[in-house]
């Protein structure tokens, strides 16, 4: 159990690599739209990475973690919904998005995906849409997706022990006569 302890990435890390984007519990919750890939993004620094893009500032790989992790943010910071089909991509996650597209192409991947959001294709009520949170709300729904996940493993974890001991209790039924056949 503890070599498993060492194994396991640090927090942000695990987080950011949960597969797909975090789906969140609120878009759950509301009518979820097909196809719908929220994430949450600080509002505050999406508005400075959109003036550094017009500008043509460079845009540096702490401006994407603060845009895109809430962990060094103020509880009341505003976190708000981007919609990632607007990125035109698949990323597992934002650091598939730097290695493949650096700092400045994953700024404008979010930037994209905040326009997507805003553009409101699929045509859903307001009332129905994500709404904004402070970064305290989307860390706890981080936590709690976290937990979710855990159980999960817990859960496949069970699964494989028990094919495991499945496939023990098959070899042991096979044993005997093999050696039946050695004796004769």
Same mark, same amino acid.
């Given at each position: 159990?503890?070599?498993?302890?060492?194994?396991?990435?640090?927090p942000?890390?695990?987080?950011?690599?949960?597969?797909?984007? !975090?789906?969140?519990?609120?878009a759950e919750?509301?009518?979820e739209?097909?196809?719908?890939?929220?994430?949450?993004?600080?509002?505050? +620094?999406l508005?400075?990475?959109?003036?550094?893009?017009k500008?043509?500032?460079?845009?540096?790989? #702490?401006?994407v973690?603060?845009?895109?992790f809430?962990?060094?943010?103020?509880?009341?910071e505003?976190?708000v919904?981007?919609?990632?089909r607007?990125?035109?991509?698949d990323?597992?996650?934002?650091e598939?998005?730097?290695?493949?597209?650096?700092?400045?192409?994953?700024?404008e991947?979010? !930037?994209k995906?905040?326009?997507?959001f805003?553009?409101?294709?699929?045509g859903?009520k307001?009332?129905?849409?994500?709404?904004?949170? +402070?970064?305290?709300?989307?860390?706890? !729904?981080l936590?709690?997706?976290?937990?979710?996940?855990?159980?999960?493993? &817990?859960?496949?974890?069970?699964?494989?022990?028990?094919?495991?001991?499945?496939?023990d209790?098959? #070899?042991?039924?096979? #044993?005997?006569?093999?050696?039946?056949?050695?004796? &004769?």
């Amino acid at each position: 159990a503890q070599d498993n302890e060492r194994l396991k990435p640090a927090p942000r890390l695990r987080r950011a690599l949960l597969g797909r984007f !975090v789906s969140i519990q609120m878009a759950e919750e509301q009518e979820e739209v097909a196809g719908e890939d929220i994430f949450y993004v600080c509002k505050k +620094t999406l508005e400075t990475v959109k003036e550094k893009l017009k500008k043509g500032e460079e845009i540096t790989e #702490e401006n994407v973690n603060e845009l895109t992790f809430p962990e060094n943010l103020a509880d009341s910071e505003i976190m708000v919904p981007v919609d990632m089909r607007g990125v035109g991509e698949d990323f597992d996650d934002v650091e598939q998005m730097v290695e493949k597209l650096g700092a400045k192409g994953t700024a404008e991947a979010f !930037v994209k995906a905040a326009e997507y959001f805003d553009a409101n294709k699929s045509g859903e009520k307001e009332e129905d849409r994500p709404k904004p949170m +402070t970064a305290a709300e989307w860390r706890q !729904v981080l936590e709690e997706d976290d937990m979710l996940e855990g159980e999960e493993e &817990d859960l496949l974890e069970g699964e494989e022990e028990e094919l495991v001991d499945e496939d023990d209790e098959g #070899e042991e039924a096979e #044993e005997p006569p093999s050696k039946k056949a050695k004796t &004769d």
